[in-house]
């Protein structure tokens, strides 16, 4: 049985009571399940695995979604996107900057991620952090008169980030080719939607891909979706989540906001991310249990 180990008092934890090498039974993968639910980051400390068996692993939480930015998908599993600021022979061998602003993974996705995952290969000498923001608690948080104005509104989502759209920043998105852009259609989503598990309402995907609302005019959607995030990405609902070499981390998109930060280009440092698709028939959601701390 795992113990875990709270990342923070609002949410998050870890555990290092695993091997990922080794099989992992139906019950030791219904406990780390239930902690996921339960807290939205799920550390898991100190593997050693191959590429299938971080697909395998990763693919127990919900179908893998293939990055559109294909050039750097992994030679060995293109359900892998390697993020690394490492070159060979003068030419990456990852993406290097891979969202360094809060927003959600593929919510300008008609079927959005219910998980993304990342594994820990080379770890920078300073920095590399992850930040998330509870969104299930910044939905709790706010007035009923603003539950109230947002509950029928759809945001209108594509792929990018609305707060830079210069292709040469580093906080902009991911630069896109023409072909892979062609491919990433505009779609909408509720800005407050319920998980599609638990069921708990949350402000969802508030900043990055959010670029409008249904009928509402362009300024006054996005003075509105400003507000939001700049509510939903307060200190008080982030937890910063610190690497080591074979850690896994993997999060629930349904319920947060995370963001990556920015290193040094000269300090290398490599992961391998993979990220899973919401089901379109959800089954019945696993009952979600406390975890025993250590």
Do not use: C
Request: hydrophobic content about 40%.
């Amino acid at each position: 049985m795992a113990t875990f180990a709270a990342l923070t008092s609002l949410f998050g934890v870890e555990t290092s009571d695993v091997d990922l090498s080794r099989p992992l039974s139906h019950a030791a993968f219904r406990e780390l399940e239930q902690a996921f639910y339960a807290h939205q980051v799920l550390a898991v400390r100190g593997q050693d695995i191959t590429p299938a068996q971080f697909v395998d692993f990763a693919r127990r939480f919900g179908p893998p979604q293939p990055h559109v930015i294909d050039q750097f998908h992994h030679p060995e599993d293109p359900n892998i996107l390697i993020l690394s600021n490492v070159k060979k022979d003068g030419r990456p061998t990852g993406l290097q900057d891979a969202g360094s602003y809060f927003h959600t993974d593929y919510s300008y996705l008609q079927v959005p991620a219910r998980a993304t995952t990342l594994y820990s290969r080379v770890v920078p000498r300073v920095g590399g952090d992850t930040l998330f923001a509870n969104q299930l608690a910044a939905y709790d948080d706010l007035s009923e008169a603003m539950k109230k104005r947002i509950e029928p509104l759809l945001a209108i989502h594509h792929y990018g980030n609305r707060n830079d759209v210069d292709e040469a920043s580093r906080t902009a998105a991911s630069v896109l080719s023409a072909e892979q852009k062609a491919r990433m259609p505009v779609i909408t989503h509720r800005i407050a939607r319920a998980h599609p598990v638990t069921g708990r309402k949350a402000l969802y995907a508030v900043s990055g891909s959010s670029f409008g609302i249904v009928g509402m005019p362009d300024d006054e959607a996005r003075d509105l979706l400003d507000e939001l995030a700049a509510h939903a990405t307060q200190p008080r609902y982030q937890l910063r989540f610190k690497y080591g070499v074979g850690d896994i981390v993997v999060w629930d998109n349904a319920a947060l906001l995370h963001s990556a930060t920015l290193t040094d280009p000269q300090d290398p440092r490599t992961l391998w991310r993979i990220t899973m698709l919401e089901v379109a028939q959800e089954a019945a959601a696993p009952e979600v249990l406390a975890p025993t701390y250590a």
